[in-house]
T-cell receptor
Framework: DTGVSQDPRHKITKRGQNVTFRCDPISEHNRLYWYRQTLGQGPEFLTYFQNEAQLEKSRLLSDRFSAERPKGSFSTLEIQRTEQGDSAMYLC?????????????FGPGTRLTVL | DQQVKQNSPSLSVQEGRISILNCDYTNSMFDYFLWYKKYPAEGPTFLISISSIKDKNEDGRFTVFLNKSAKHLSLHIVPSQPGDSAVYFCAALNAGGTSYGKLTFGQGTILTVHP
């Protein structure tokens, strides 16, 4: 069991550039979640997928953010025209099942710094 | 709009003593509560959960108490060990609603257990 993996672990970019993060969930987990965590705060929900379908998006997910899970396996989160306020830790989690109570397993996160 | 609050940013206890971490919530639709533990450079790890139909759940050294009328929950760790030193996040969700699996987190409490 390799757990949830995220790539890259760290990303430094200049304001205005586009960035893309990847998340590989635990094998056969049908649900995948993206959260964002800023300094001194807990993770905040961004979006989630049931297999390949994106079922909910937070108001935090502006038009510059897009997430995909094309084959119901790995997922990507893209941020276009990055802003300094996008600097945060981006966490991915996955779970197995159809209940909201199913345990979510988190990856180590991708730390984004926008200069 | 902080729906889940952990008002103590940090807690320091002696090894062998009890650690009590507190959490308050405002959304009466929350019906499932969880505690996650986070070590540096790792993602949050699920620790223990409780349904709103219960007032206590125990797992080894960890016990979670829920007071629905006060919208308050607490995590007790007895006895505390140095390896318990981490950031603890309280989280809540409306498991029966349409936001399946959307966790709302508190800000976290840094627990330090001294040998």
């Amino acid at each position: 069991d390799t757990g949830v993996s995220q790539d890259p672990r760290h990303k430094i970019t200049k304001r205005g550039q586009n960035v893309t993060f990847r998340c590989d969930p635990i094998s056969e987990h049908n649900r995948l979640y993206w959260y964002r965590q800023t300094l001194g705060q807990g993770p905040e929900f961004l979006t989630y997928f049931q297999n390949e379908a994106q079922l909910e998006k937070s108001r935090l997910l502006s038009d510059r953010f897009s997430a995909e899970r094309p084959k119901g396996s790995f997922s990507t989160l893209e941020i276009q025209r990055t802003e300094q306020g996008d600097s945060a830790m981006y966490l991915c989690a996955s779970s197995l099942g159809t209940s909201g109570r199913d345990t979510q397993y988190f990856g180590p996160g991708t730390r984004l710094t926008v200069l | 709009d902080q729906q889940v609050k952990q008002n103590s940013p940090s807690l320091s206890v002696q090894e062998g003593r009890i650690s009590i971490l507190n959490c308050d919530y405002t959304n009466s639709m929350f019906d499932y509560f969880l505690w996650y533990k986070k070590y540096p450079a790792e993602g949050p790890t699920f620790l223990i959960s409780i349904s709103s139909i219960k007032d206590k759940n125990e797992d080894g050294r960890f016990t979670v108490f829920l007071n629905k009328s006060a919208k308050h929950l607490s995590l007790h760790i007895v006895p505390s060990q140095p390896g318990d030193s981490a950031v603890y996040f309280c989280a809540a969700l409306n498991a029966g609603g349409t936001s399946y699996g959307k966790l709302t987190f508190g800000q976290g409490t840094i627990l330090t257990v001294h040998p």
